[in-house]
């Protein structure tokens, strides 16, 4: 796994400010340069390691081999060379070869002059067209190989047969972008990379989730979503149930801007949208990483899955600490909600959140709604809140503004949710929106919803004792939440859910016809459940 290094760590390390007049643009190009020269060593010391590093290089590229000089900036290129040595630096099994140029140009750094005719910005670029020309060339030799296995060995694309006998569907690779106010903890391997306490803002970046292909995603689809990877083998020490995460890399706003827009110009399907996900109390940033790759694997669509991350201590005896991180938070979605809505080239953003995440998500909306948009602006589309750990008669008073402010909203609740049970408690007895209630209809369940917002019992579908993560860890409801977010349809043209209505307007829908058994990626969600505390 390839440790995540911070965009412009390079710099943050200089002791001059960054001038084409000093030696540091002299040593960066040199030794960027002599980077490019190298790349058939390092492809072949790193050995399996090397798909991955090659990725992260080839993500860190994009922006710049695909658009022209006049289009970029020097800083940003820069920044871009910097982000990509600090990779070469940080990589564990750094060539000998590297190790020792980079000692060689330390020693040169103070002798080296400026040429007469320096011309930073075009020689950068110029080793970043080298660079992804290579990368380009190595990656069309691998899939040829790749290619040539499956011929061998006579399977089909897609599915072959493991050493066992059992067929073996392969596994997907699922880009997450990420938005986390969350402080680096300082540590290199992405599962620790972000840890518990605040940030003096916002990191921006992208993980990738691997989640084996049990739905046969690369066998029913022409072409996968931008960045999505499909693998047919792990390593024999990783499990092939498990989701697991793999890189990270860590970019400018700027980084993200043009993937999100590149992204929606390169599947030209005309959805120019984005899901975003919020995690509750007592995540890690891993595990949210995880939980929106599976929902975004279940969806199938081509739009951008992004995901917001908050600093929760982790710990469930913590819940009074992450509530004040919790509303510590809400600017900080609030900026990043602003930022997709108005500088992606959006029409459209939806949100899904779980737990206290929800009530994050409720107060930035209701402060967005307040806002002014500039023209051309995306709207908010699609909400789900799933087991919402927020104040009933709160949500009554706050529906009517949210109704006009997001398109349509999915809640779901359960009777049997015993993490609101008890937050229940710590609030004074007052009952949480996502608690289902044991007599629909009568105070303080008295008042309908507005007519955007549907209420979906999932009272007995969560077969743990805690009975608060069902919407992702039991498939039907999952997959009932990601045709929501794909499709628009409200409840009462979803094939999963039934409306039950009664005395005085009030409303709700029941699941029907879905299996009880544990599904695929279920047992997938339980494994990885099984390494942490189950979240709230």
């Known amino acids: 796994m390839v440790a995540m290094i911070p965009s412009g760590l390079f710099t943050i390390l200089r002791r001059v400010r960054s001038d084409p007049r000093t030696p540091e643009h002299t ?28 990725e992260e290089l080839s993500i860190r590229l994009e922006p710049f081999v695909s658009s022209s000089a006049s289009d970029v900036s ?49 020689d950068l670029l110029t080793n970043f067209h080298r660079m992804n ?67 003096d803002g916002l990191s ?26 499909w693998d047919r083998f792990r390593p024999p020490n990783q499990s ?33 949208e984005a899901v975003l996900y919020v995690h509750g109390f007592n995540n890690r940033f891993t595990k949210a990483a995880k939980k929106m790759a599976l929902c975004g694997y279940k969806m199938q669509t081509d739009i951008p899955l992004l995901m917001f991350s908050w600093p929760s201590f982790q710990a469930v005896d913590r819940y009074n600490a992450d509530e004040g991180n919790a ?22 953003v939806h949100i899904i959140g779980h737990s206290m995440g929800c009530r994050i998500i409720l107060y930035a909306l209701a402060r967005l709604g307040e806002r002014l948009f500039p023209k051309g602006a995306a709207q908010l589309g699609r909400v789900v809140l799933a087991a919402p750990d927020f104040d009933l008669g709160e949500f009554y008073l706050l529906q009517d503004h949210l109704s006009r402010t997001v398109e ?7 009777a049997n949710d015993q993490a609101l049970h008890v937050s229940k408690r710590i609030h004074g007895g007052h009952p949480r929106l996502g608690e289902f209630p044991s007599n629909a209809g009568v105070r303080p369940w008295h008042i ?26 039991h498939a039907g409801v999952l997959q009932d939440a990601c045709d929501f977010l794909r499709t628009g349809h409200p409840a009462e043209k979803r094939a999963a859910v039934k409306l039950t209505s009664l005395p005085g307007g009030f409303r709700y829908y029941t699941f029907q016809g879905i299996s009880e058994a544990p599904s695929a990626i279920e047992e997938a969600i339980e494994e990885m459940d099984d390494l942490d505390t189950e979240s709230v």
């Open 27 to 54: 040593y960066r190009t040199f030794l960027f340069g002599k980077i490019v020269m190298y790349m058939d060593t390092y492809r072949d010391e790193l050995g399996t390691k090397w798909p991955a590093f090659a």
């Open 74 to 122: 020097t800083k940003d290129i820069n920044n871009a060379a910097d982000a990509i040595i600090d990779q070469w630096r940080a990589c564990p099994d750094l060539s000998e070869q590297i190790v020792k140029l980079l000692r060689v140009i330390d020693e040169l750094l103070p002798n080296l002059s400026l040429p007469n005719d320096w011309r930073v910005k075009q």
């Open 133 to 199: 020309d290579w990368l380009k060339k190595d990656e069309a030799d691998r899939e040829m190989m790749s290619l040539d296995s499956r011929s061998s060995s006579g399977s089909s694309a897609g599915t072959s047969m493991g050493s066992n006998g059992d067929p073996q569907q392969g596994f997907m690779e699922v880009p997450v972008w990420f938005a986390t106010c969350r402080r680096p903890t300082g540590r290199q391997s992405t599962e620790a990379f972000f840890g518990t306490d605040r940030g």
């Open 204 to 229: 921006l970046g992208c993980i990738k989730v691997s989640i084996p292909d049990t739905d046969s995603v690369a066998q029913n689809r022409q072409e996968l979503p931008y960045l999505w990877w």
């Open 240 to 272: 092939r149930k498990a989701v697991l995460i793999g890189k990270c890399v860590g970019f400018s706003d700027n980084f993200m801007r043009y993937h999100a827009i590149r992204f929606m110009h390169r599947v030209g399907t005309g959805r120019k």
């Open 327 to 348: 509303m510590w938070a809400v600017p900080h979605l609030l900026d990043f909600l602003w930022k997709m809505l108005t500088d992606f080239e959006m029409e459209k």
């Open 408 to 414: 349509h909203m999915t809640i779901y609740s359960s």
């Open 448 to 473: 309908p919803f507005a007519d955007n917002i549907d209420l979906v019992d999932a009272t007995g579908l969560d077969r743990s004792v805690i009975g608060h993560g069902y919407v992702f860890s």
